[in-house]
């Protein structure tokens, strides 16, 4: 494991359970995830493990405010307080958006036709830094992933898969969020820019940013993981308690 874990969680997940319902085959409840807990330390990289279908995104998305939970808790340390995520309200979510915690999937979801540039530097801008400074620390962090300057006016739907990728780092890394959630980062990449991420998550990690991830790769889960929560224990307790 890469680093030593800290005391103090920026997030405590407590005995969530998810099913979802099939509307299209006849209103059937299929469980997810059943009474799953773990804690992010600040400083540290906690990593959701399990097959494919295990419901590893679903707790992403679940912690990120887009699923909501059948029941439990997702504790996070924002504002000077801890928000319930499970309970919020939406205004309430999207402040810890903005303020909290950050995301990186593997697609980027931007605005059509804005500029890399201000892609990146967009969540500087929503926290008040100026736009100069903004541009400058966006600058910064598209040349250290290796976007060519020629593409920084270009809106990134028009780049590469790996080049979109990248964009979405640089934007997720780009402001100091307390926590980030990594889902897939480095899936397009080359080994040369994955070795640059690692260098980067290492950098927040010492910050003491909390980070929550998925990685399919195990060069990289090597590289940062401090812990592996079992997802696939929660997915087969709920499978098997319908079954049951």
Known sequence: MAHQMAAEPVLSVRDISKTFTLHLQGAQVMPVLHRLSFDVPRGSCVVLGGE???????????????????????LLSHADGVLDLAAAQPRQVLAARRGTMG???????????????????EPLRERGVSASQAQQQAVDMLARLSIPQRLWSL??????????????????FIAPYPLLL????????????????????????AQGVGMLAIFHD???????????????AAASVAAGSVSA
Request: net charge positive; charged share 25%.
């Open 52 to 74: 494919s279908g295990a419901g590893k995104s679903t707790v992403m998305k679940m912690v990120y405010g887009s699923y909501g939970t059948d029941s439990g808790k997702i």
């Open 155 to 172: 809106p990134p739907a028009t780049f590469s898969g790996g080049e979109q990728q990248r964009v979405n780092i640089a934007r997720g």
């Open 182 to 205: 990594l889902d897939e980062p480095t899936a397009s990449l080359d080994a040369r820019n994955r070795e640059v991420v690692i260098e980067l998550m290492r950098e927040r990690l």
């Open 103 to 121: 995301y990186v999937s593997q697609f980027l979801r931007a605005v059509p036709r804005v500029p890399a540039l201000e892609v990146v530097a």
């Open 218 to 232: 195990a060069q990289v889960r090597h590289a940062v993981a401090d812990a592996v929560v079992d997802v696939q």
